[in-house]
């Protein structure tokens, strides 16, 4: 029903910035809320930020807010995690999710891409 394909991940420095993208098809696209989250080795799976369908509303972990943006670009089927001052921390495999609401839980979403890794050194 819906896909989601993950780009931009890298090797980025600490205090750097990279811009991920989410591209979506499938029906229904932009009645989606989207969220990022990350694993990190040996971690859970944790929230980073979410957006609603309509991109006015936005909620961030504390662990990136100020550091992080979370936008979407419905024309284009997209949603993008800008990633600035970057940490060592940072490192993880970054998801893409849809769900109904855009909320922080795992079990929130529906569809998931297949990740795409950052990592951070320092």
């Known amino acids: 029903q819906v896909q989601l394909v993950e780009s931009g991940g890298g090797l980025v420095q600490a205090g750097g910035s990279l811009r991920l993208s989410c591209a979506a098809s499938g029906r229904t696209r932009s009645s989606y809320a989207m969220g990022w989250f990350r694993q990190a080795p040996g971690k859970e799976r944790d929230f980073v930020a979410t957006?609603?369908?309509?991109?006015?509303?936005?909620y961030y972990a504390d662990s990136v807010k100020g550091r992080f943006t979370i936008s979407r670009d419905n024309a284009k089927n997209t949603v993008y995690l800008q990633m600035n001052s970057l940490k060592p921390e940072d490192t993880a495999i970054y998801y893409c999710?849809?769900?109904?609401?855009?909320?922080?839980?795992?079990?929130?979403?529906?569809?998931w891409g297949q990740g795409t890794q950052v990592t951070v050194s320092s």
């Open positions: 957006i609603s369908w309509n991109g006015r509303t936005t």
């Open positions: 999710a849809a769900g109904f609401l855009a909320r922080v839980g795992v079990a929130d979403y529906d569809y």
